[in-house]
């Protein structure tokens, strides 16, 4: 049984055909409408129904929607997605009207996690936590083997909770979100931060961008530090050392088997996983003793939420 999973971001609707390995078969691209709820399930119907043309007569059951928002415990009901412009907005009955098989919405952060722990660095583990450092934080649980949703479809805006009270000032309207110390966010603020005020120190990120402190971002920095540039090197220390405190507090209330570590931040790989490791090792409780849930990074990358929004259709 094949089926489509949609992945709706912020600039791109990213689809593909999912086989029940968790292998994409084929994959299309379309850019993301703005503001336009009707529109955008115009282009998700468009994306699946380029799909299905290309697979055999009803081989695909069923589609997935991997969208960035708060999902309702239904699987239907977008209950908010800033970025797209959606509000108590039924988008699973609105793509189902279009496209004629049984659709399923998921928050993007859940599909992820699903796929990991199916199919990627979370596989052979029944209790996971997977976090991906982004422009902001998203999270997913998988317990029991089992996709964590809570009561009402939200659980996991790990992103949120708060690190530091009266802290920095957070887009969701509190101060002191863990987002805004371990994001990609945090991680150009610090890099930019440091170009300002000691641009010897940041050198050669300002070199790679061509001397505009605006243009110091993620893959700049992420550039400088691979090549061993140490002020580079120290930004993603603090935004490491804040992400491996974050893991301590999880595995205090959750007890995990692992950590899988995802989104862009986690492309610069050992660069932010040993201070994550390190940093988290330090601040778990009931060291020395417990067993320690493993940190590792994730394995499927940016597909990851297609493949998990097409396995839970399946499913």
């Known amino acids: 049984m094949l089926t489509i ?5 912020g600039t791109k609707v990213a689809a593909g055909v999912v086989d029940p390995e968790g292998q994409i078969l084929d994959k299309v691209k379309y850019p993301t409408p703005s503001n336009d709820p009707q529109a955008l399930a115009d282009v998700v119907a468009r994306a699946v129904g380029e799909l299905r043309g290309r697979q ?42 279009r496209v004629g098989l049984p659709v ?3 928050n993007d952060a859940n599909a992820a996690a699903w796929a990991e722990a199916r199919f990627g660095a979370g596989r052979g583990s029944d209790h996971i936590v997977c976090i991906t450092l982004g422009t902001g934080i998203g999270g ?23 690190m530091v009270p ?44 061509d001397g505009v402190i605006d243009q110091v971002e993620g893959h700049v920095i992420t550039q400088a530090a691979l090549e061993g540039d140490r002020a580079a090197l120290e930004c993603f220390a603090k935004v ?19 950590f899988v570590l995802g989104g862009g931040v986690s492309d610069a790989g050992s660069i ?38 097409g396995d839970l259709a399946r499913h």
């Open 56 to 97: 055999d007569a009803d081989s695909v059951r069923a589609v997935g929607v991997g969208v960035a928002g708060f999902v309702d415990e239904d699987r239907a009901t977008v209950q908010v997605a800033v970025n797209l412009g959606l509000r108590d907005e039924p988008l699973r009955d609105h793509v189902q009207e």
């Open 140 to 162: 997913g649980l998988v317990i029991g083997g089992a996709l964590h949703r809570g009561r009402y479809g939200v659980a996991a805006e790990v992103g949120h909770y708060r």
């Open 272 to 309: 932010l996983l040993d201070p994550v490791r390190a940093a988290f090792a330090r601040n778990v409780p009931g060291r020395p003793g417990r067993r320690m849930a493993e940190v590792r990074l994730a394995e499927l990358g940016g597909e990851a939420g297609i493949v998990g929004a």
């Open 166 to 209: 009266h802290g920095r000032r957070c887009a969701c309207g509190n101060h002191g979100c863990w987002e805004q110390y371990a994001s990609g966010r945090a991680l150009v603020a610090e890099a930019q931060d440091l170009a300002l005020t000691d641009p010897v120190a940041a050198e050669r990120m300002l070199k790679l961008a």
């Open 240 to 258: 490491g050392e804040w992400a491996g405190h974050g893991l301590a507090d999880l595995a205090a209330i959750l007890d995990p088997e692992c």
């Open 5 to 9: 999973g949609v992945d709706i971001g």
């Open 104 to 106: 399923v919405i998921e």
